[in-house]
């Protein structure tokens, strides 16, 4: 079973089902599907099938406050793309990709120039099979030794070493009052820093992955 397929549909039923209180794991493992808050203001990671109309061209990743949009959903996967052990709590420093769950592009960036700010562009990339390349390579920077769903974290790019990022700067049409993501110069900056919120979490007992259940946190 291609197992991003069968998420892409869960993820997008459960859309529509109460949330309930999760119980079982306390980390985010692999093959869980998630959304992610950037601590400072407070906006979600989103994509969507719209391309920047400078720079790489590539699909745009923004932030967004609405709370119950889909196209917020993420996939965590392996290194390079693999198909990980489903439900295997992902490690602090271990190398990840996020698989965007309605376009099947990667959350990616490299070495050109944000629309609004200037800064590093951060894109989605990849073709339908989720395949990209290696600026689709994040390390997770948190503080134990595995993702704690409770956790505040960091991603650093790994071809360009610099880190997940808002501005805080706004687009116009077509996506207006939508916010800048960008690769960030420094881990110090507070814009920085993301939080695990909605999901659907993949259990890992025995790291076999029998049991996911929905959660709003």
């Not at 993820?11 to 992610?36: E, F, Y």
């Not at 391309?51 to 119950?68: F, I, L, R, W």
């Not at 993420?74 to 490690?91: A, F, H, N, T, Y």
């Not at 049409?173 to 939080?195: A, D, F, K, L, R």
Request: charged share 20%; net charge negative.
């Amino acid at each position: 079973m291609d197992y991003t397929v069968f998420f892409t549909s869960l993820a997008i039923l459960l859309l529509h089902i109460n949330c309930i209180q999760a119980r079982g794991t306390q980390h985010v493992t692999c093959g869980s599907v998630l959304k992610l808050m950037n601590v400072d203001y407070n906006v979600r990671l989103h994509s969507h099938e719209v391309k920047y109309g400078s720079g790489s061209g590539q699909q745009s990743v923004t932030g967004t406050n609405a709370k119950e949009d889909g196209n917020s959903y993420w996939l965590v996967k392996d290194e390079s793309g693999k198909q990980c052990m489903r439900g295997k709590p992902i490690r602090c420093g271990d190398t990840i990709r996020l698989e965007h769950i309605a376009t099947k592009k990667n959350l990616h960036s490299h070495l050109v120039s944000s629309p609004l700010t200037g800064k590093q562009e951060v894109s989605a990339y990849g073709d339908a099979k989720g395949e990209g390349d290696s600026g689709d390579n994040w390390m997770l920077l948190c503080q134990n030794d595995f993702w704690e769903r409770d956790d505040t974290i960091m991603l650093k790019h790994i071809d360009t070493e610099k880190y997940l990022a808002v501005t805080g700067r706004t687009y116009g049409t077509p996506i207006s009052g939508q916010t800048e993501v960008v690769g960030e110069y420094s881990p110090n900056s507070p814009h920085t820093q993301w939080s695990v919120m909605e999901g659907l979490f993949i259990h890992p007992s025995d790291f076999k992955a029998q049991h996911s259940q929905h959660t709003e946190l």
